[in-house]
């Protein structure tokens, strides 16, 4: 890598002004951007009936400390955050799995009726959800899958979401050819393509698919609605809405739970997001 | 063969391939989207397939439906509403999805910045994503209080008058536009993957030859990540015509106020869970489906224009 | 993977998880446990009798019941099944802390009275609960017992959703329901055509919810709080109304409001008391076929509701009282129009920060307050699989014992005598009880939800978004009425021939 030049001192400013001013703009939006965040922790410590007051106290007085083990024990969302968890691992790796591979696929293979097919894929993130809600359970309760994980994780092992496949196969095109070419010429099948070349190489895109997959499923609100009814079985995202009451919303517990339910999604955004960081290199040289 | 590859010289040619080699591309292609094409035709064709048939029947849910012809078709060139909420819709979608992909585009960019702590930042500019629906809406709507909401403070801060927000027919979508923008999340987290694939090659080749930073945006870098820009455009306008969630926590279910934030997908919730027509709102379900269908095909015959692929692909 | 690493090793993991997994079904599977029982047993024995068949005495075996002499005898009966009790599914939306403690405290009294019956309460939150009841439905796989309210009850009937109660009452001829205990006015006005397809619960009626410590600051005299004071004909009128709300408004020295003296909502259940009582009649026809709210007498009603806002000023804006700063538990709204039960919430919400009651709706001149109870109702599944379980669920929920807990937390106005006593024990003292049970007794028996099956799409898809432009001011009531009216005389009757 080439040596950095030094740098003559007006240049030297300039940089420090970019740089000062980059950091005031960022922070000051992403100041603005906390605001939810601190309100909804704000809120969590606030006695019944104070949520709303105004003008807003961002400090709650008195800070109410058993709104916590309160809003805990209400339900047993010790059971909710497992079976959350589990649902959520389990789509996560069988919908991102199985998408990459739908979508190298698409990409990368040529096979007849491909167009067409990919065309059908995009086509089932046209049609709204509500339409085929009551048809798919009529089917799974034919399966007498109803009240089990089972509808929420197995048609996610088989291609997941087209969201996945779509953004995959834009991904695996960025991907020069002369990579897989090269390993094609040392007698590599498309398997072994796909999984040392075309899976390494997409850690960001991944590291993405892993980000939304758990957002979604974590807070995955309709499926669980319909088909979990036991209270061992039902996910953190029902027992929220069990807070919220056709007259009477139990605000202060609302946000005591969706703090700590936020929490094990800011640990994996900052992990995942190191993936971001370690320059995805294309072409096998210098990285950033 | 080989031979003539390696004198062909040209980077992006794809490698002659014939017969069995081909074969084996198209098996192997097919034993790739298996697992997806599978999953489509257990539990997806049916149930789309059905709400399909259940566009010439009446069917209240809790009876078995019946027959009905052409009926829904003729209820829905009467109905006013249904026009309504097509109109609301194409406006949300065609003013949101532009906006929402520039911001997202530019905070990505800025996000990139090879500043200390930026993943902190990153982090930061994540958090309302996550924050659960109905809390991130509560939010906005004290936001947006007319009377006491930061925003209006804002305005008259500013000497500008105050807005009716939410609640005003005039300014509701645009304060739910407005509350989409504020969300970067996804856009800008699939907008900062693609920027980490750009090759760091192209960019000492552009200083080298003399270009500033701006040069090198325009030239090296939004080229380079225009099949993910395409992405975030195509996705928003599906997900931007679907839009439901969000209204029907402001409105109450409703659409309100004067039906201006009744979209689609509201209307058709309603219709079949409220007001006992599925098999209407199946007809509005598939009319919507053709309109995003039609334009995201228009989208993807553009796309020849504008979108770099490294590789030919459809 | 390689085929010879097939080994002895997973032949023998394979069928140690074989074997376990074999035992514990056969573990799971019924080991009879003996169970000692005692019969009483007669006889049916086989006995040789001497009879003269064809002249020929002959002995023939004959049947014969030896007369009964009833044995007690202990027998060892193997029992292979273990027998569960029948199990009831319980829905309603109560999904809150307060509306989920209060069905847990129903159903653990129905479990000491029934312990061999076993009810699960499956709530479902309000903005969801359509939505997963109709799936569950259309699935078979539908709650026993369940909530609805006004705007379906017509629709579930028509679709055969509703079990006939009538012969379930019948079998039970030591019923409360034959009693003298039941208001049989409320009961039978949710007959439709003569007979019982759901029973009403969560019996409510309109009223103010008064804030009496601005009345005191202000230094007004309280409204009569009750409708059969002697001063309510002759005080508590509309124009009485008007002016006490236009005292109660308060704006600080920029314009900002600081208190305001009612709200006005466009909702049929306030409506219709400003209608009805200056005008006798609804925006709906009584049958449910036609549309009325064009008729100047109704627009000029509505629009004089909605001037209390647009010209006097005395109510929150949409946007002011839907952002939440005036709701009525924030203290800064004088009168809201409410509903009588909602002194169950009085405590929760308001504590002591401000005196909160409720207080009686006004009328006009020489008419009558223009009030309607309104009760949800509770349906019987007819595709339940435990009818027998959930008759004696439902019919103890229905009745005097079900509804006592809900009556002590002035949750329900109870349609029982033996009831009434106990309504409000558990709210603080000081409260005006009296209001909701007198609303009920003087409030029309005209189901107008009964009447119409489309009555609420109409009502939400045509009517409300018209009146909320009234409201906002950008039309006349006149114009909106006018405007709406050939698409709602299209739904109405739509939804009346769907009744024939």
């Known amino acids: ?288 | ?314 | 993977m390689n085929v010879r690493k097939l080994t002895r090793r997973h032949f023998l993991s394979l069928s140690a998880a074989g074997a376990v997994g074999a035992s514990v079904i056969a573990a799971c599977g019924a080991t009879p446990t003996p169970q000692v029982i005692e019969k009483v047993v007669t006889s049916v024995v086989e006995k040789e009798v001497t009879k003269i068949v064809a002249g020929t005495p002959q002995v023939v075996k004959e049947t014969v019941i030896v007369p009964a002499t009833p044995q007690v005898v202990e027998e060892t009966v193997v029992v292979t099944q273990v027998s569960r009790p029948p199990e009831v599914v319980w829905t309603s939306w109560a999904t809150d802390t307060f509306g989920m403690f209060r069905v847990e405290e129903q159903a653990a009294q129905f479990r000491q009275k029934y312990p061999d019956i076993v009810v699960q309460i499956r709530n479902v939150a309000g903005s969801s609960y359509r939505e997963r009841l109709l799936t569950t439905l259309a699935a078979g796989a539908g709650p026993d017992v369940y909530r609805l309210c006004t705007d379906s009850e017509l629709a579930f009937y028509k679709d055969g959703q509703c079990e006939q109660l009538d012969p379930w009452f019948e079998k039970q001829k030591d019923s409360w329901f034959w009693t003298d205990d039941v208001n049989k006015t409320i009961v039978d006005a949710h007959r439709i055509k003569d007979k019982l397809w759901f029973y009403p619960m969560a019996l409510d009626v309109q009223a103010f919810c008064i804030n009496k410590t601005l009345f005191e600051q202000a230094g007004l005299p309280l409204p009569p709080m009750s409708y059969k004071s002697a001063d309510y004909k002759s005080v508590w009128t509309y124009e009485k109304y008007l002016d006490t709300v236009k005292a109660l408004t308060k704006f600080a020295a920029d314009g900002t409001p600081q208190q305001f003296g009612t709200t006005v909502y466009p909702d049929y259940y306030y409506l219709h008391d400003i209608i009805t009582s200056k005008t006798g009649r609804f925006w709906m026809s009584d049958d449910g076929s036609q549309f009325l709210g064009a008729d100047p007498a109704v627009t000029e009603a509505i629009q004089w509701y909605a001037d209390i806002r647009l010209v006097h000023k005395a109510a929150p804006t949409p946007e002011q009282s839907k952002g939440g700063a005036f709701d009525y538990s924030a203290g800064r709204l004088a009168l809201d129009w409410q509903f009588a039960t909602w002194l169950c919430y009085g405590e929760k919400n308001v504590g002591d920060r401000f005196d909160w009651d409720i207080a009686p709706l006004p009328h006009w001149g020489d008419g009558n307050p223009g009030l309607f109870p309104e009760p949800c109702v509770w349906v019987f599944n007819p595709h339940s699989k435990v009818k027998d379980a959930t008759w004696t669920f439902f019919h103890w929920l229905v009745g005097p014992e079900g509804v006592r807990v809900p009556t002590e937390l002035a949750w329900e106005i109870p349609i029982y005598k033996s009831v009434e006593p106990y309504f409000g024990k558990r709210i603080p003292t000081g409260k005006n009880l009296s209001l909701g049970p007198e609303g009920v007794s003087i409030a029309s028996s005209n189901y107008f939800w009964l009447k119409n099956l489309n009555f609420f799409e109409a009502w939400s898809s045509v009517m409300e978004p018209a009146l909320e432009e009234v409201l906002l001011g950008s039309k006349t009531a006149q114009e909106a009425m006018t405007a709406i009216k050939p698409q709602m005389d299209k739904v109405l009757q739509e939804g009346k021939a769907a009744m024939a």
């Open chain 1, 1 to 288: 890598m080439a040596a950095a030049k030094p740098k003559a001192p007006r240049k030297r400013i300039r940089e420090l002004t970019w740089k000062t001013a980059a950091y005031v703009i960022l922070g000051a939006v992403g100041v603005v951007q906390l605001i939810p965040f601190f309100w909804m922790i704000s809120t969590s410590f606030k006695p019944r009936g104070t949520e709303f007051l105004w003008p807003p106290q961002w400090i709650p007085n008195p800070v109410v400390l058993a709104n916590y083990p309160t809003a805990l024990t209400l339900l047993p969302f010790f059971i909710f955050f497992r079976n959350t968890l589990i649902i959520t691992i389990a789509n996560m790796i069988g919908g991102i799995g199985t998408s990459l591979m739908a979508a190298y696929g698409f990409s990368r293979l040529r096979f007849p009726y491909r167009s067409l097919l990919f065309s059908v894929c995009l086509s089932t993130l046209m049609l709204p959800d509500v339409v085929t809600l009551v048809p798919q359970f009529i089917m799974f309760k034919q399966l007498n899958w109803v009240n089990t994980f089972l509808p929420l994780i197995v048609p996610n092992w088989f291609g997941g979401s087209a969201f996945f496949i779509f953004l995959g196969r834009q991904f695996f095109t960025t991907i020069p050819m002369e990579l897989e070419d090269a390993a094609r010429m040392d007698g590599a099948s498309s398997y072994r393509i796909w999984w040392s070349i075309m899976i390494p190489l997409s850690k960001a895109v991944i590291a993405s698919m892993a980000i939304f997959s758990f957002q979604s499923n974590w807070n995955d609100f309709t499926r669980p609605l319909v088909y979990l009814y036991d209270t061992d079985k039902q996910t953190m995202a029902l027992g929220l809405s069990v807070m919220k009451g056709v007259y009477q919303t139990d605000w202060n517990l609302l946000m005591a739970i969706s703090t700590v339910f936020t929490i094990p999604m800011i640990v994996l955004f900052f992990l995942a997001q190191r993936q971001f960081m370690r320059g995805i290199v294309t072409t096998g040289l210098a990285g950033r």
């Open chain 2, 1 to 314: 063969m080989l031979a003539l590859r390696s004198l062909s010289g040209k980077r992006s040619t794809a490698p002659v391939r014939r017969g069995r080699l081909l074969r084996q591309e198209a098996i192997d292609g097919f034993v790739f989207i298996t697992p997806w094409l599978l999953g489509f035709i257990l539990w997806t064709a049916w149930p789309m397939l059905f709400s399909l048939g259940l566009v010439f029947t009446n069917w209240s849910v809790l009876t078995k439906p019946s027959f009905a012809g052409l009926a829904n078709f003729s209820r829905l060139a009467q109905d006013r509403l249904f026009y309504i909420a097509l109109g609301n819709t194409a406006y949300y979608t065609f003013v949101a999805v532009p906006l929402t992909l520039v911001t997202n585009l530019i905070v990505a960019l800025a996000l990139n910045l090879k500043l200390a702590g930026i993943n902190i930042f990153r982090t930061v500019y994540y958090m309302p994503t996550i924050i659960p629906q109905v809390a991130n809406v509560m939010l906005w709507m004290w936001i947006f209080n007319p009377e006491f909401g930061l925003a209006n403070a804002l305005l008259t801060r500013l000497g500008l008058p105050k807005l009716g927000w939410f609640w005003d027919p005039r300014w509701s979508k645009n304060a739910m536009i407005f509350m989409t923008l504020w969300g970067f999340g996804t856009g800008m987290i699939i907008f900062l993957a693609a920027l980490q694939g750009v090759p760091q090659e192209l960019y000492e080749v552009g200083q080298l030859d003399g270009a500033n930073s701006l040069q090198l945006l325009w030239h090296v870098t939004i080229p380079m990540i225009t099949p993910v820009v395409f992405f975030n455009l195509c996705m928003g306008i599906i997900g931007s015509f679907q839009i439901f969630t969000t209204a029907f926590i402001v409105s109450d279910g409703k659409g309100g106020p004067a039906n201006s934030t009744l979209f689609l997908v509201l209307y058709l919730y309603r219709n079949g869970f409220e007001f006992f027509r599925m098999g209407y709102a199946s007809l509005i379900a598939w009319v919507l489906f053709a309109i995003i269908l039609l334009v995201t095909l228009i989208q993807f015959r553009l796309a020849r224009r504008w979108v770099y692929y490294e590789q030919e692909v459809i």
